[in-house]
């Protein structure tokens, strides 16, 4: 594609042109703005994990109850996201991304200047919504500039959004917090936002919302599976992501904005499960990946519990199983979102809510593994929270080699 069509003519370019130039060998460049949504979204809901522990003692709380700031914001958009969709799905899918942006900034903005734990958890619940209402719009838009046979991986590169997050957004957060205070971190998140808003307003198309569905329901008899599959390996990933910042102090020794060096490595990890997930999705895979995923995910689990229990020298022994562990488990867990995505997208039309469902139960996952971690912290101290996880990713497995139907071997 010529530079020119992509800054020269701003907008210009209409959701049918762009599918065509996507099966003329590229996926659409507005694609990345979508990108930038996503990353937005996932920089803002880990901003501060790598400071969860000095937050904690300013706010006068204990860490356990601080990570409950990640519950209230994946709750509200869990709940509140499908309503959302339901009442704005017949809207141009560019103006409600740019809706939950604009919230989005004014939020986190909110967050920074909050006076105590209480207005925090407030404000942090309706910036649940805004992630909500970007997220599953996004996922929606892209779907419609992907052509069919490419639609995993245009759903992979939105979904990779997540991985820059944890890549640059949220190690920057942890650095900036480091250097000034844990407030800042949501200053960041804020700058964040406005800059996916710009992207947006000035680069993405107008993207129609797609055609309302013969019948006017969704039939969860089919797609069901693939809501539990969402919902479990998250909470299963997200018992131990939150407390990032204890698990690397216990099992590498590491504090401050050292802990940004180790959450980067779950964007790395999670680049090369979307890029796996990706190709997995676009040759039809189903039950045998997410399975074999999921058991990666486990093994990731044991690796920390072992870091956390000391059983290798520390010093750079530790910090490497530390290190490898994050890397595996984002692997495991981003290498499943293309393949449920893109099959929900085909099984429901992109309809919107469906994807704005999806996007629920990703949060109700995350909201039961935050909590989750938050009672083994509580209850039993660090080296409990990778236990739980793993705990969780055997629930994961047990359920979805039944629950998950196989999948008919795509034609060659």
Not at 26 to 39: E, K
Not at 260 to 282: E, T
Not at 328 to 333: F, G, Q, Y
């Amino acid at each position: 594609m010529a530079p020119y069509r992509l800054f020269g003519h701003v907008g210009r370019m209409s959701v049918g042109e762009a599918a065509q130039e996507s099966r003329a060998g590229a996926i659409s460049p507005r694609i990345f703005v979508l990108t930038m949504c996503t990353f937005a979204f996932g920089s803002a809901g880990f901003i501060f994990a790598g400071l969860l522990e000095p937050m904690a003692a300013d706010l006068g709380v204990s860490t356990a109850v601080a990570g409950q700031l990640q519950t209230a914001y994946v709750l509200t958009s869990a709940v509140l996201g499908p309503v959302a969709a339901w009442m704005l799905g017949r809207l141009d899918r560019k103006l409600v991304i740019l809706l939950g942006l604009s919230l989005a900034v004014l939020m986190h903005i909110a967050c920074a200047i909050a006076p105590d734990f209480r207005s925090l958890m407030v404000v942090r619940a309706i910036a649940g919504v805004a992630g909500a209402l970007s997220g599953s719009s996004a996922s929606v838009a892209a779907a419609s500039l992907a052509p069919p046979e490419r639609r995993g991986s245009a759903l992979a590169m939105v979904t990779g959004g997540m991985t820059l997050a944890f890549v640059v957004g949220i190690p920057i957060g942890s650095v900036v917090g480091s250097i000034f205070d844990w407030r800042a971190t949501f200053v960041v998140a804020a700058a964040l936002a406005g800059l996916a808003l710009a992207g947006v307003l000035f680069f993405l198309p107008r993207v129609p919302a797609p055609p309302k569905r013969e019948g006017g329901r969704l039939e969860l008899k089919g797609i069901w599976p693939l809501y539990a599959t969402s919902f479990l390996t998250f909470a299963a990933n997200m018992t131990l992501n939150l407390y990032i910042g204890p698990i690397v102090r216990v099992g590498a020794d590491v504090t401050g904005a050292g802990v940004a060096v180790f959450q980067s490595m779950i964007g790395f990890g999670a680049a090369m499960g979307l890029w796996l997930g990706g190709r997995a999705a676009d040759r039809g895979a189903g039950k045998a990946w997410i399975l074999q995923s999921i058991a990666l995910q486990s093994l990731a689990m044991s690796m920390h519990w072992s870091a956390t229990h000391h059983l290798l020298p520390p010093g750079l022994a530790s910090q490497v199983l530390v290190a490898a562990a994050i890397f595996v488990a984002a692997t495991a867990l981003f290498s499943i979102s293309p393949v449920t995505q893109s099959r929900l997208v085909q099984m429901t039309g992109g309809a919107p809510v469906a994807l704005a469902l999806n996007g629920s139960v990703f949060s109700m996952g995350q909201a039961l593994g935050s909590t989750l971690g938050g009672v083994a912290l509580a209850s039993f101290g660090v080296p409990a929270i990778p236990a739980a996880a793993l705990l969780m990713s055997f629930v994961a497995f047990a359920v979805l080699s039944v629950a998950f139907p196989r999948t008919e071997k795509a034609p060659a």
